[in-house]
């Protein structure tokens, strides 16, 4: 246990599947508890023992735990059952979980022995989120397009919201931190939902923009399961010190811009003093029949730069692994 004066070390551990603001919102109260927060995911065989299997493998889990803002350390393999030995070994002092009790296979509490100790601190669970429901809701919207097809025909559309982020929610996520004159101010537009938006030609243009800019208010801002995302803020981290994102909040953005428009304008380049405007090669195939290019100024101005996450990985993925083992979930 901490001295006085030393960084108090917080533990929190859980499956991390499919990360989504349940997930964050732990971790952003665990933090609270202490300076260095260390966050451990458990392999996929343990979760699998159990809970039934993940949907994401521990490498994608652990990348997508790193990301988050609060995180200063993640430890892979972390075990079920969270013991004394596991808080002395990494040097923290609780261990941090929400209030609801975590059950092994055998029906122990996984939490029984550093509750003996005293070493653990609760905090709120998030209501209306959870990895089964996501599941649930993605293999309930797209199970007969697959049935019928072998895999999803078409792009995933935002389905999945209810988050409803208020202000408040919103400033508990943000960094705070305002651009100063020495920073590279990068924009970075997108729906950076999981199930991100991905206009396609055949409805009406103006109802898929219309819907492209409400999603923006809806969906959430803190959902970070698409590990492409991730990998692409990460990319583009290393263009600028400053990151300005249309909606999303892990530790590679600074600000995020609410109901962002869909065509970049020059006032809008102004207002937020933008240096360069990047997107991800998905993103820069978008094109909605009829509409004018959305980057059209950026280019012109020399300020647009295509940026390649190095990461395969798309929703229509996400949802095929899900709806091709949903038996097992
Ligand atoms: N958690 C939370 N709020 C949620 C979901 C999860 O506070 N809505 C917390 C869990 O209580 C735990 C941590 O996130 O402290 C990691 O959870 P995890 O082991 O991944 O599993 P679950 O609690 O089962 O989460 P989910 O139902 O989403 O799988």
Known sequence: IQTEG???RIWCDGCFDMMHYGHANVLRQAKSFGSFLIAGVHS???????????????DERAKLLGSVRWVDQVVINAPYSTSVKTLDKFGCDFCVHSEDIALTAEGVDAYAEIKAAGRYRFSKRTP???TTDLIGRIASRFVEDYNKNSQIKESPWTTMGGSCPTSQIIALFSSLREANSTDKIIYVPGAFDCFRILPTVDTNHSEKIKYFQSTL??????????IGHV?????????????????YSDEYVDNIVIDAPYNITSNFLERFQIDLVCCGQAANSIKINGTEDPYKEPKRQGKLKIVDSGCSFTVENL?????KDRKLY
């Open 6 to 8: 030393e960084a108090v």
């Open 44 to 58: 996929s065989e343990e979760i699998a023992k159990n809970k039934g299997p993940p949907v994401l493998t521990l």
């Open 128 to 130: 209306g989120v959870s």
């Open 217 to 226: 208010t809806v969906i959430r801002y803190y959902a970070i399961s698409d």
């Open 231 to 247: 990998n692409f803020l990460e990319s583009i981290r290393k263009h600028g010190s400053y990151i300005i994102v249309g909606l």
């Open 319 to 323: 949802i095929n692994r899900i709806l």
